[in-house]
């Protein structure tokens, strides 16, 4: 079963906006921290943003400014509103949740299919 589904990917002009969507499935009380990374082309990925169950951001220096990210708990899900995007901006984008394990206590990783976003120049 899918814990996380992306949307909101696509192509845009340089200096466009898009905004992603990522629902989680998994229980919201388990959840710690929600967030996005990316990849490109012949890159690591790379953190965009995070935000914990406490409404605390995080923000890569790179989209600073550019992008906002936050959270419907009561729809347990996280946004990334992405405007002046620029074409290094080019990645297909990830959703990520952090998690407790209510089994182990441990802290577990759920990754989404990832949702493709293209800024053309």
């Known amino acids: 079963q899918e814990q996380l589904v992306e949307s909101g990917g696509g192509l845009v002009q340089a200096g466009g906006s898009l905004r992603l969507s990522c629902a989680a499935f998994r229980s919201r009380f388990s959840i710690i921290a929600m967030g996005w990374y990316r990849q490109a082309p012949g890159k690591q990925r790379e953190l965009v943003a995070t935000?914990?169950?406490?409404?605390?951001?995080t923000y890569a220096d790179s989209v600073k400014g550019r992008f906002t990210i936050s959270r419907d708990n009561a729809k347990n899900t996280v946004y990334l509103e992405m405007n002046s995007l620029k074409p290094e901006d080019t990645a297909l984008y990830y959703c990520?949740?952090?998690?407790?394990?209510?089994?182990?206590?441990?802290?577990?990783?759920?990754w989404g299919q990832g949702t493709q976003v293209t800024v053309s120049s």
């Open positions: 990520n949740t952090k998690y407790r394990s209510a089994s182990d206590w441990r802290i577990y990783d759920d």
């Open positions: 935000i914990t169950s406490g409404s605390t951001t």
